[in-house]
């Protein structure tokens, strides 16, 4: 990771598989721009404990990462997270990408500190769901010692916004954010 600038605010995305994610994500680009902020996207992962099966791979000469592929796989998502929510990020805007071991509560916690914003995605839940105990943003807005900033999912009714009807074809258009193909979960 790189020395850190004092003056240059930072904004710690959490990204994960949640379209929650996503929405975060665009609303952390925004603010990026606004305040001249350096974004750190980060996707945590559960590290794979060494097994029987791997212990003849972890006593060879040449010791290997047992969590290369999932490290490559956060990286991969971040990059689709990207396409997702702006397509491309803008070029006026630093972007440290990260992917780390852990439990995502603890690990997001201890990386955004101090002036840092925290930007996190919550998932369009019912009542009950969404106050059920083990939430990830829920967890980060009681640890944190930084601003913790929860960006709803909206509601599927809410997604698609009718524009004017395009007076030469007479069909209406309708609005979605950025997407390529949807990606498997």
Not at 154 to 170: H, N
Request: glycine letters at 8%; one cysteine or more.
């Amino acid at each position: 990771m790189q020395a850190r600038d004092s003056d240059v605010p930072r904004l710690v995305v959490g990204i994960s598989r949640s379209p929650a994610s996503w929405w975060a994500l665009t609303w952390a680009i925004g603010e990026a721009r606004r305040r001249g902020a350096r974004l750190v996207l980060v996707h945590i992962f559960r590290p794979r404990g060494v097994s029987l099966r791997d212990m003849d791979d972890f006593f060879t000469p040449e010791l290997r990462d047992p969590n290369a592929d999932r490290r490559g796989a956060g990286f991969e998502l971040i990059r689709r997270a990207i396409a997702q929510a702006a397509g491309q990020l803008p070029r006026d805007v630093a972007v440290e990408r990260t992917v780390l071991p852990g439990r995502p509560a603890a690990e997001l916690t201890q990386l955004a500190h101090g002036g840092d914003v925290l930007v996190l995605g919550s998932r369009h839940r019912g009542w009950l769901r969404r106050h059920a105990p083990g939430s990830v943003s829920r967890a980060c807005a009681r640890r944190a010692d930084c601003l913790v900033v929860i960006v709803p999912e909206p509601s599927p009714s809410a997604l698609a916004a009718a524009l004017p009807a395009d007076t030469v074809s007479g069909h209406r258009r309708h609005w979605l954010p950025h997407r390529e193909q949807r990606m498997a979960s």
